[in-house]
Every structure is written in structure tokens, then in C-alpha cells.
């Protein structure tokens, strides 16, 4: 017998070997399931060799001691880069402590290796006391394998023990997998439909096919209090498993190999490569990620499908709250069909046949938000090649759709609708965006998926308890029509499915077609085609002074009417919350409505005015009790500023800028730092000087500081108030309270003269890494010489990287321009960054706004 040191010297060449063997022939075959159980395989053989070296010479001894394979590893799982799952299985308490050493070696010999061992140790009788706190080994048991040891020790667990342990702890071990899977979904947002999803953990991927796989093994076990023989789930269901999980392994193991780690995130380049090597396909012609991603998109769709089938149908596994509802609730009564426990089941199987059942089942579904019964959907789609011949549409279909778009679930039944593919039989203009994934860094869902998720925003805003959600759901309850703007998200991206050229016009020609076949009515048509082909406009106008009359006037003009008005508002609102989580920020919800109020008064003839100090509208009249003393300071500071500066900060805020300018005297540069809850917030205020705004940034950017977003103004004495707002990207403030104060004072001695900013920039600049960039951004520079009376627009649109801002804003001040108003925005890597300039006092003529675009160009190509 060789020593322990050469063998693990064998073993490690004979590793390394295997594992290059096996990535030689999946990159030649692409077999995922191949190369899973080729390395299982070798690391059982480098495991009953160490057995055999370490702990017994005969394979199967010592008694009362053996060894395991549990989880993935149990199941023949290994992929790659995955974790090794081991269980060291002793018949008694005594044996464990008698042999810690050796398994502690054997342990450590495994991890030599570079193998990432996840080992576990019991004795038979712990691993018959299930821990609700720790589910998780109790699932790993149903995979259980052995490996080496003890045969009869193996089969007491395996024969024995599991299935009374199961039969006994079936309802709080159903309970604690749904539970855990419910927590992952909404990690998730509940969906599939992700631009850059991970294959093992988001809905639908080989967490999910596992979690199905263990519902139906243990709701089985629990009723024949033995493992089951034969197939737990129907034909047509592991067919649709089987394809699926073949796709997964592949891909997985794609993942695998790419990354050189267990690394499952299909990341936008995995996706090009994948796609470029047809993974997980059969297909001859050459696919682009978009269509591979379709394929994904349908084995996660079945993966997901299943367990939400099997999550509804199993009472065991429903939640707590889910178990107390039912116990109460009153089921809906219908002549077409019944409920039971939450699930909808057809009176007649034979009633689809009438298209106009069909298109009440979802109207059902969506009025009560219940779900599908196994036996409906396959009903379903058994009906579906005669709805395919003859689908219903004009008036009839609009007459359905509209009512099932006003249902408060309306989301969920056309997520079914869509997954059991018949909306887009019903809705043919939805199947070029059916999974589509465009990359932009923004969205997180594909299109299909936005364009519900924004439906499904609006139907919660009566949920919500949040004060500006609050003023959007009365709008909401304002509307005349409700069911056009729902039609409008549903279509307003259809445009994102034809090739080049701009989505929003693609869009409005697609819902032209998709109007005409549902015959709606001239007046509706063209509200929705309105909402379509504007649905970016409220955006844009974010970009502009909201604040600044000119800018209101002219997108109220385009409005039109106090209805389009609203529904556009609500449909930007809505548009907006379904592109990610974070993307609409209280700022931003804010800006949505002072737009929309700002537009609304408009368009009732009482637009906004530039406020002056004397004016005696509300906000000046607050101000004014909380500084009675100081009257005649009070409207020298406020003179002059732009309307937008009363409007953006509070009343206490304004009180504060300008005791802030009081203090004068004693310095000229007064900062303010103060943590809110996404960002931190740093407020100048001083006499307005040549470069401070670019200067300002330039410090912030010397710290290491993201901006995402500023407010620049200025009032007639030549005060200034800027507002910054960044994240710490290196955490200095967080981790280091005595730097709050250097922070503020590094600010105050550039902006005195005293520090160098060109030295410090260049101290960072030799600091920083280089820019990661997932989605290239073109530069765009636009003047606008039209939304503002006293001022030229500039709209500068680029890659986000460190120092942007002050690269731009020094620019300018090169240029001999004066920023009279900076607002600064970021999605996701692009910066759209917008300012408000004059020069001499004046708008810039046309040969300063070419000398300034070049300028920028330049300076903005630069590295």
C-alpha cells in the first residue's frame, strides 16, 4: 500500500486529468448529463481510495461506520465546480468521538485536493429527529447514496429510517421546503423573466426542478410510509422535467467550465457564448442569444409551472396564512366552474370548446385571484389547436380583455394566459417580445415581463401605504377609461421585438394592427396610440427644469387634454416601477407628480409663475412665519432663484441655506453633509465664483464618490446653493465617522485655494481600476434653445465612469459658461447629465455651442 502523501500525489494528477478528459468532451458533445456523471464518478473513486488508505482496507468496513453521499452528490450531481456532499454515518454516539481524528484527515486530504467538501457527521439516531430550523438535511437525506462503510448501517438509514422519518414529519417538512422556496421566489420578484438569471437559484432553474422532484417524493412517502416505486409525476409533466433538466445540466455546466468556479449567473456574455455554441440545443441554424435565451426561458417556464402546480395542490406545503385564508373564505360561485382549496376546476371538461368559457375562465381567475387546477390547464391546452384555427377577436375578444384588465389580478391571469401560450394566440403582436431580453443594465425583467409587472404596479397601488403611491391611486380611481391604459402597457414595447430602428414608432405601427383586429372603438384608439407613442415623453421632460413654465407649457400642449394628462402620468409611474425595484425612487415619484400637477394647472389655466421674493403663494407664506424677523433678508436670499429651488427643497431646508449664507462673514464656503437612506447629501452654499460647480464635483470624485444626482442654483446677489448626491463607493464615511469632518473641510480648502484639485484628481486617478463596462454608451451632445426663455439647454448623454461630472462641468467652465441650474441623473451605466447655461447672460449663439460640443467630444473620448 503506497504512503498517504504519494497517493494524494496520484490522486491530484489523476484529478486534474479526469476533470481536463471531461471538459475535452463536453466542449466536443456538450453533454451536461455526461460530464455530471463522469465526475461523480471520479470523485467516488478518489473517495473509496482514501477510504481504503485512511480509514479500512475492505471497501465495506468497519462496522457500525460508513459513509454517504448526500444532496447533489447523492442525487449523481456533480457538476464541475459543485460542492461535494458527504454524511460520515455512525451507528452510536461512541463512535463519533472515537474516529474524529481520522474523518478530521480524511476530511483535510479532500481539501488538498482543492475539492469543496461539504461534510456533515451524525449518528443513525439524530438523523431520525427532524429540525425545522434546518430542513435543508432532512431534504439532503431523500438523495442519499452509499458510498463506502457499513452496508447494514446504510440500509437501517436508507430502508428504514427515511421513509417512517418522512411519513411521520411529512407535513412540517413540506411546510418548511414551500416555505423556503416561497422566500427564494421573491428574491426573484416571483418570475422566470430575468435578463441575467441564475441557473440554479431564480424560478424555474435546477433549485426549483429539485424542489419538484422532493414534493411529490415526500407527499408519496408520507401516504405509503415507503419509498415509492415508479414515476411520482405524470408523462406529460416529466417530459416537459426531463427536456428541461437536460438543457440546465448543459448549461450549467457550461457555466461551470467558462467561469472556472461554481458560478451560475448567465451574464449577458455567458449568454453570446452559449448561444454561439447552441448549448443545451439541437438546433442547426445559428442562434443569437435572444433566441437562446427563448429556449431557456421555455424549460424555466415548465420548471417553474410545476412547482407552483405542485406548492397549490400539495395542503401540506400551503403557507400559514394561505392554510387560516382558506378557512374562512367563501369559495366563488360560477355555473362554468368550481373552487377547490384555491383552485379553479371546470364544471364541464368538455365547455372550452365555447371560446367565449375560455376567455371567462380568466376573467375568473382575475377577478379572484385563484389559481389553475392541473386538470384545467391541460383542458387548456387540449383547446388550444382549435383556438389556433379559429381564435376569437374584434369585438368580442376586446369586450373579455378589457373587463379581465380591470380585475384587480389581472397580472396573474395573463401570466397564465401567457405561459399556457394562449395570449399570445389570442395577442399574435405579443410573441415577437414573448422572452425577449434587451440589454440595457436598467431593465431586470424581459419585456413581456415589464409590460405585466407594470399592469401589476398600478393594480397595487390601492395596497400601498406609501404617501406618494397614495396620490397616484386616486388618479387612478379618476380615470374615465382605466382598461385603455392597461392595453397601452400591454402593448407599448411591442415595438422592442422588430429589428433596429426606434421602438416607440415600431410599437405604435404593431398596437395599430393588434387595435384594428380587436375593432376598438375610433376615440379609444387613437388614447391608446397617444399613450404608446408618448409613453417615453414624461421621462424626458424629468430631464428638463419641471419647474421652469416654458418646459410645463410646452408638455401640457402636447397633453392636450386632463385625462391623456393623467393617463400618461400613471403610465409613466407605472413604466418606471417595472424596469427594477429600485428604479423609482421617492425623488423620482415626486418629480412624476410635480410634473403632472405642474402640467394639470396648465391645463386649467392656472399654470405656475416665476415666484418672486414679495409673491404670496403658499410655500413663500410658510417661509416667511418662520423667519418674521428677518423679512427684508428673507426676500434678498430667495430673489432670483429659479421656481424649482422653492419647489425641490423644504421650507426648513431654505431656512437653512440661508442661515447657512449668514455665516458669511466668518467663511464664504459653508458645507452641510448629512445620510439619507440610499445616498449621502452634501449642500454648498457661497458666492458664486468661476468653475464651482465643476470644482465641487472635481472634490467628490477625488474621494472616490459616485454622484447621482445634483441640484445647481443660483439667486440675483449671486448666492449660490448646490445639492450633491452620492454613495460612498469605498465606504469611507461609513467606516470612518472622524472623516466626515475632513471631508467637509477638504471641501472648503479647494474651494478657498488653499488645496490643489488637478493633484489630488491625479493621487486618485493612479488609484482607480479600470471601468468594468457592461453596456457601451455613445456619447450624445443636444442643445435646446427652446424650453427656456433666459437659457440654452444642454443635454449631454454618456458612459457613467468616475469624474464624468467634473470632466463636463470644467469643460464648460472653459468655455466661459455659467451653469445657472445642473441637473444630474444615472441609469444604470449611462449618465444623463443636463444643464442650463448662459454666457455674458445670455443664451449661447451657434458658434459657442459647436466650440462646446467639440469640446465635450473630446474631452469625453479621452481615457
Given at each position: 500500500m503506497s504512503t498517504a502523501s504519494s497517493l494524494i500525489g496520484e490522486l491530484r494528477l489523476s484529478l486534474a486529468e479526469s476533470l481536463a478528459k471531461i471538459a475535452k468532451e463536453f466542449a466536443e458533445s456538450g453533454n451536461g448529463r455526461a460530464a455530471v456523471a463522469q465526475r461523480t464518478q471520479v470523485i467516488e473513486e478518489i473517495l473509496r481510495r482514501l477510504w481504503q488508505e485512511l480509514i479500512s482496507a475492505d471497501?465495506?468496513?468497519?462496522?457500525?461506520?460508513?459513509?454517504?453521499?448526500?444532496?447533489?452528490?447523492?442525487?449523481?450531481?456533480?457538476?464541475?465546480?459543485?460542492?461535494?456532499?458527504?454524511?460520515?454515518?455512525?451507528?452510536?454516539?461512541?463512535?463519533?468521538?472515537?474516529?474524529?481524528?481520522?474523518?478530521?484527515?480524511?476530511?483535510?486530504?479532500?481539501?488538498?485536493?482543492?475539492?469543496k467538501l461539504s461534510p456533515a457527521s451524525r449518528y443513525l439516531a439524530e438523523c431520525d429527529r427532524f429540525d425545522a430550523n434546518n430542513t435543508e438535511f432532512t431534504i439532503s437525506l431523500l438523495d442519499c447514496r452509499y458510498l463506502a462503510g457499513d452496508q447494514q448501517l446504510f440500509a437501517r438509514l436508507h430502508s428504514k429510517l427515511i421513509p417512517k422519518l418522512v411519513a411521520r414529519e411529512s407535513k412540517p417538512l413540506l411546510q418548511g421546503l414551500a416555505e423556503v422556496t416561497r422566500e427564494r421566489h421573491a428574491k426573484f420578484g416571483h418570475t422566470v423573466f430575468h435578463l441575467e438569471p441564475n441557473l440554479k437559484e431564480t424560478p424555474g432553474g435546477l433549485r426549483d426542478y429539485n424542489v419538484a422532484c422532493w414534493l411529490a417524493l415526500i407527499s408519496a412517502m408520507s401516504k405509503l410510509n415507503d419509498w415509492p416505486e415508479g414515476p411520482l409525476m405524470r408523462a406529460p409533466i416529466r417530459k416537459h422535467l426531463d427536456s428541461a433538466l437536460e438543457f440546465l445540466m448543459a448549461a450549467r455546466c457550461f457555466l461551470h467550465f467558462r467561469h472556472g468556479r461554481d458560478d451560475n449567473s448567465l451574464t449577458w456574455e455567458a449568454q453570446d457564448e452559449a448561444a454561439a455554441r447552441k448549448i443545451g440545443t439541437s438546433e442547426t441554424a445559428a442562434l443569437t442569444a435572444a433566441d437562446w435565451m427563448r429556449i431557456y426561458f421555455g424549460h424555466a417556464r415548465a420548471v417553474q409551472r410545476t412547482v407552483t402546480q405542485l406548492l397549490e395542490e400539495i395542503p401540506e406545503s400551503w403557507s400559514t396564512l394561505r392554510r387560516q385564508f382558506q378557512g374562512w373564505k367563501s369559495q366563488p360561485v360560477s355555473p362554468d366552474f368550481s373552487v377547490v382549496d384555491g383552485l379553479i376546476f371546470l364544471q364541464q371538461s368538455s365547455s372550452l370548446q365555447d371560446h367565449e368559457t375560455l376567455l371567462r375562465l380568466f376573467h375568473f381567475m382575475a377577478e379572484h385571484g385563484l389559481k389553475l387546477s392541473t386538470t384545467t390547464e391541460q383542458r387548456i391546452e387540449q383547446a388550444l389547436p382549435a383556438v389556433a384555427v379559429a381564435p376569437p377577436r374584434g369585438a368580442e375578444l376586446w369586450l373579455y380583455l378589457q373587463e379581465t384588465l380591470l380585475q384587480p389580478h389581472a397580472a396573474d391571469a395573463l401570466r397564465a394566459m401567457h405561459s399556457l401560450r394562449l395570449l399570445t394566440l389570442l395577442l399574435p403582436e405579443l410573441k415577437p417580445i414573448d422572452s425577449l431580453v434587451v440589454r440595457d443594465f436598467y431593465h431586470r425583467f424581459t419585456v413581456d415581463e415589464h409590460s405585466i409587472v407594470a399592469i401589476e404596479s398600478l393594480h397595487r397601488l390601492n395596497q400601498s401605504q406609501s404617501e406618494w403611491d397614495k396620490r397616484f391611486a386616486e388618479l387612478l380611481a379618476e380615470l374615465e377609461d382605466p382598461e385603455l391604459l392597461y392595453l397601452a402597457l400591454l402593448l407599448h414595447d411591442t415595438g422592442k421585438g422588430v429589428p433596429g430602428g426606434n421602438h416607440v414608432e415600431a410599437s405604435v405601427e404593431i398596437a395599430s394592427r393588434c387595435l384594428d383586429r380587436l375593432d376598438v372603438d375610433l376615440q379609444e384608439r387613437a388614447m391608446v396610440l397617444f399613450l404608446i407613442g408618448n409613453h417615453l415623453e414624461m421621462s424626458a421632460q424629468l430631464r428638463r427644469d419641471i419647474f421652469d413654465p416654458a418646459t410645463v407649457a410646452a408638455f401640457a400642449e402636447k397633453m392636450g387634454t386632463p385625462e391623456r394628462l393623467k393617463m400618461l402620468c400613471l403610465l409613466t409611474y407605472a413604466d418606471i416601477k417595472a424596469v427594477n425595484p429600485e428604479a423609482l425612487t421617492p425623488w423620482k415619484a415626486e418629480n412624476v407628480w410635480q410634473l403632472y400637477i405642474g402640467a394639470a394647472n396648465y391645463l386649467n389655466r392656472s399654470a405656475d409663475h416665476r415666484v418672486h421674493g414679495d409673491a404670496g403663494n403658499e410655500k413663500l407664506a410658510r417661509l416667511r412665519t418662520l423667519a418674521p424677523v428677518t423679512g427684508a433678508k428673507f426676500k434678498d436670499f430667495v430673489e432670483g432663484f429659479p421656481q424649482r429651488y422653492l419647489l425641490v427643497h423644504s421650507a426648513e431646508e431654505v431656512m437653512r441655506h440661508m442661515a447657512m449664507a449668514d455665516n458669511f462673514g466668518h467663511n464664504e464656503v459653508q458645507v452641510d453633509l448629512k445620510r439619507g437612506r440610499h445616498w449621502y447629501e452634501v449642500t454648498l452654499v457661497t458666492k458664486d465664483r468661476p468653475s464651482l460647480?465643476?470644482?465641487?464635483?472635481?472634490?467628490?470624485?477625488?474621494?472616490?464618490?459616485?454622484?447621482?444626482?445634483?441640484?445647481?442654483?443660483?439667486?440675483?446677489?449671486?448666492?449660490?446653493?448646490?445639492?450633491?448626491?452620492?454613495?460612498?463607493?469605498?465606504?469611507?464615511?461609513?467606516?470612518?465617522?472622524?472623516?466626515?469632518?475632513?471631508?467637509?473641510?477638504?471641501?472648503?480648502?479647494?474651494?478657498?485655494?488653499?488645496?490643489?484639485?488637478?493633484?489630488?484628481?491625479?493621487?486618485?486617478?493612479?488609484?482607480?481600476?479600470?471601468?468594468?463596462?457592461?453596456?457601451?454608451?455613445?456619447?450624445?451632445?443636444?442643445?435646446?434653445?427652446?424650453c427656456s426663455s433666459s437659457t440654452t439647454l444642454l443635454q449631454v448623454i454618456a458612459q457613467d465612469r468616475p469624474r464624468l461630472l467634473h470632466k463636463i462641468s470644467s469643460s464648460l467652465a472653459r468655455q466661459k459658461c455659467n451653469i445657472e441650474i445642473a441637473l444630474i441623473d444615472t441609469e444604470g451605466q449611462m449618465a444623463i447629465d443636463v444643464f442650463y447655461l448662459t454666457s455674458g447672460g445670455k443664451k449661447l449663439d451657434g458658434s459657442q455651442k459647436a466650440q462646446i460640443s467639440a469640446a465635450l467630444l473630446e474631452e469625453l473620448g479621452k481615457p
Open positions: 471497501l465495506h468496513q468497519p462496522n457500525d461506520f460508513a459513509l454517504v453521499a448526500t444532496g447533489g452528490f447523492g442525487r449523481g450531481w456533480l457538476f464541475p465546480h459543485s460542492d461535494v456532499d458527504l454524511l460520515f454515518l455512525y451507528a452510536d454516539r461512541s463512535g463519533e468521538s472515537t474516529r474524529k481524528e481520522t474523518i478530521r484527515r480524511f476530511s483535510q486530504e479532500l481539501w488538498d485536493l482543492k475539492l460647480f465643476a470644482t465641487l464635483t472635481g472634490v467628490l470624485a477625488a474621494w472616490g464618490m459616485n454622484i447621482v444626482k445634483a441640484n445647481a442654483f443660483s439667486n440675483q446677489a449671486g448666492t449660490v446653493v448646490d445639492t450633491v448626491y452620492f454613495t460612498d463607493r469605498f465606504r469611507t464615511l461609513e467606516l470612518n465617522l472622524s472623516e466626515w469632518e475632513r471631508f467637509k473641510q477638504s471641501i472648503t480648502a479647494v474651494l478657498s485655494g488653499r488645496s490643489d484639485i488637478e493633484k489630488i484628481l491625479r493621487d486618485r486617478q493612479r488609484s482607480e481600476k479600470t471601468l468594468n463596462i457592461k453596456v457601451a454608451v455613445e456619447t450624445r451632445i443636444d442643445f435646446d434653445d427652446e
